[in-house]
């Protein structure tokens, strides 16, 4: 799997949008994007994937640089109940099977 | 519908003791994951299952970690003489795949072990 990267940690206000980057600049042809979520003593949450298009669904939406490169998760209207570690994960697609190989991750701490 | 269970949910034991962590896929999902999180740390792979047989154990930390899947469905790891840097959030996570499409995990709550 690709190498990914994200920032440590981000703060957002509630009721606002939270934007967050992820870097994969190794990512292969058929590698997806994936994003979960950790919440405190709970188990990853999936959240959304994408391959090349731009992914919308109910809880957040994937933006994908044409290149590749980079991704960033945004969560339209962040609530208290968002506050997490979001993973972004480069996983094998295709042919390959789907471990997941999860890096540190971003927290978020969504406040008042 | 229902989603990965794990059981126990909860596990103390002493140091030198076996245990066994049980999981429960998404009924009709064909391959089945094993992590491990330590205390602080990120998710680390254990070994992965498709339909009973597991091609890929590299994860498995020593010999005194097993796991087998049967009848396609429940998963079993065994850790055996549990030593207390086996203390961890294990998770388990299903996802139905056919080769050469995308395949989503889906995780279960975790079992906590606490080695005494």
């Known amino acids: 799997d690709a190498k990914t990267t994200q920032p440590t940690s981000m703060d957002c206000a509630e009721g606002r949008a939270a934007n967050l980057p992820c870097n994969h600049s190794?990512?292969?042809?058929?590698?997806?994007v994936y994003w979960y979520r950790q919440i405190h003593s709970q188990g990853p949450q999936y959240i959304i994937h994408g391959l090349k298009n731009n992914e919308t669904n109910e809880m957040a939406s994937l933006i994908i640089t044409e290149d590749r490169k980079s991704s960033t998760l945004i969560l339209p209207h962040a609530t208290l109940r968002d506050t997490a570690v979001y993973y972004c994960?480069?996983?094998?697609?295709?042919?390959?099977?789907?471990?997941?190989?999860f890096g540190q991750g971003t927290i978020l701490t969504v406040h008042p | 519908g229902a989603g990965v269970s794990q059981s126990p949910s909860n596990k103390v034991t002493e140091k030198g003791k076996d245990v066994e962590l049980r999981c429960d896929p998404i009924s009709g999902h064909t391959a089945l994951y094993w992590y491990r999180q330590s205390l602080g740390q990120g998710l680390e792979f254990l070994i992965y299952?498709?339909?009973?047989?597991?091609?890929?154990k590299s994860g498995l930390p020593s010999d005194r970690f097993s796991a087998e899947r049967t009848g396609g469905s429940v998963s079993t790891l065994t850790i055996q003489r549990t030593q207390q840097e086996d203390s961890a959030v294990y998770l388990c996570?299903?996802?139905?795949?056919?080769?050469?499409?995308?395949?989503?995990?889906?995780f279960g709550p975790g079992t906590r072990l606490l080695v005494l």
């Open positions: 190794t990512i292969s042809g058929n590698e997806y």
């Open positions: 994960i480069a996983g094998a697609g295709g042919t390959s099977y789907g471990k997941l190989t």
């Open positions: 996570a299903s996802s139905f795949r056919r080769t050469g499409q995308q395949e989503t995990q889906y």
């Open positions: 299952f498709q339909g009973n047989s597991a091609p890929d």
